[in-house]
């Protein structure tokens, strides 16, 4: 099972950036998904999760009204990250929980990507 997250880059406060997520090897299709995310000197933490159907969305409070998660054609998750700040410099991972309904604990996710790394700069 792989899962492929991409889109990240170096972009400037006040930017957007679109993260991708492509998964093999499985189907997500009955699965929730997620975004964590994983900033310099800190644990890893909950941004965005779906359930399997892509109707119920969750945010951390941190990003709640700047990122949108959508599940995509093909097992593909996303997350669309608008008017990005300083603390959302960080790798972020894309994962498929062995649930159903969304959940924002990072034990309930089974499936990892590598990261992608963004750096939002002044």
């Known amino acids: 099972v792989q899962l492929q997250a991409s889109g990240g880059g170096l972009v400037q406060t006040g930017d957007s950036l679109r993260l991708s997520c492509a998964t093999s090897?499985?189907?997500?299709?009955?699965?929730?998904m997620g975004w964590f995310r994983q900033g310099p000197g800190k644990e890893r933490e909950f941004a965005a999760g779906i359930n399997w159907s892509g109707v119920r969305p969750a945010y951390a409070d941190s990003v709640k009204g700047r990122f949108t998660i959508s599940k995509g054609a093909g097992n593909t998750l996303h997350l669309q990250m608008n008017d990005l700040k300083l603390e959302d410099t960080a790798i972020y991972f894309c994962a498929g929980s062995r649930l159903s309904d969304t959940t924002t604990y990072k034990d309930e996710y089974d499936f990892w990507g590598q990261g992608t790394e963004v750096t939002v700069s002044s």
């Open positions: 090897g499985r189907s997500f299709s009955t699965s929730a």
